[in-house]
């Protein structure tokens, strides 16, 4: 009881970062078409910055984690305006936000090396769930967070006069401009969105895991990989896709060991898809 209840507690915290970092990779598929190999980056800037500033300039975590979120953004928006002209080619999109992320990983390389860095957890101590099940209490609020924010950003796709224009862009972008709704401020505003999702997402991974350059690479194939399981350009479908992978990960983990953790997370996909390929909510175009 107390492993389930372990496997569960874990499962659902790590599935609530992915589903931040895979709904912002599927935002914009959804909207513009393309797949943004540099959402990685806002991933990992934002936590790098967050240790940057505590350390270097004794700001406080919170305040940190504002301003980690605030240059996410900055960068998603200038991903936005380096695929500008070039959204209509999607390989020179693969490969000029690939070639951008790789570049981010050596100046992270470089600036702070290779080793693993840990992030200052806002809120210390350790929490009794159950009998003697002990959860940090950094875990715990990690998920009331990355769920506060999904239920936030459902919200808003759907009750917002902007989430609505994302949603008409993203079904029909040419019907969208007859209708008078300007797609570049929508493409806009859907890069600004994911950006912070991801800069959430790699604050809340920073407060449980050690963080490294590499982490830019590794996060986009989890984004990728549960965004195909779920569906592309399906929102739902990524943050169920999300959990699914989530608890999976960590139930093979204290099972099997973490060595075994990211081949039967992928193995998984493959069988699901291989049963339903275009995921669990895509739909045949």
């Not at 590499?214 to 169920?240: D, H, P, Q, T």
Request: contains cysteine; positive net charge.
């Amino acid at each position: 009881m107390i492993e389930l209840l372990e496997i569960f507690v874990f499962g659902t915290a790590m599935g609530g970062i992915f589903a931040l970092l895979a709904s912002g990779f599927s935002l914009i598929f959804g909207v513009s078409r393309i797949l943004n190999f540099a959402h990685g980056v806002c991933f990992s800037i934002s936590a790098y910055l967050v240790i940057y500033f505590i350390k270097e300039f004794s700001v406080d975590i919170f305040s940190a984690s504002i301003l980690g979120i605030f240059f996410a953004v900055l960068v998603g928006f200038f991903v936005y305006a380096l695929t500008k002209y070039i959204r209509h080619n999607v390989v020179m999109v693969i490969i000029v936000t690939l070639a951008f992320a790789l570049l981010v990983e050596q100046f992270l390389l470089l600036s702070f090396g290779n080793r693993g860095l840990t992030m200052p957890p806002f809120v210390e101590g350790i929490q009794v769930i159950y009998e003697n099940l002990r959860i940090a209490k950094v875990r715990l609020l990690a998920i009331a967070i990355a769920i506060a924010t999904l239920l936030a950003l459902e919200f808003f796709i759907s009750r917002t006069i902007i989430g609505k224009r994302i949603n008409a862009v993203s079904q029909d972008i040419e019907a969208a401009k007859l209708l008078g709704i300007n797609v570049e401020k929508v493409l806009i505003a859907t890069f600004l969105i994911s950006s912070a999702l991801a800069g959430i997402a790699g604050i809340l991974y920073a407060q449980i895991f050690n963080i490294y350059p590499a982490m830019i690479l590794r996060v986009l194939i989890y984004a990728f990989a549960v965004v195909i399981l779920g569906g592309l350009g399906s929102f739902r479908g990524s943050v169920v896709a999300s959990f699914i992978i989530g608890y999976i990960f960590v139930a093979t983990m204290k099972t099997l060991g973490a060595q075994w953790s990211e081949f039967v997370m992928l193995i998984t996909i493959v069988a699901i898809l291989a049963v339903r390929p275009t995921g669990l909510f895509g739909v045949k175009e």
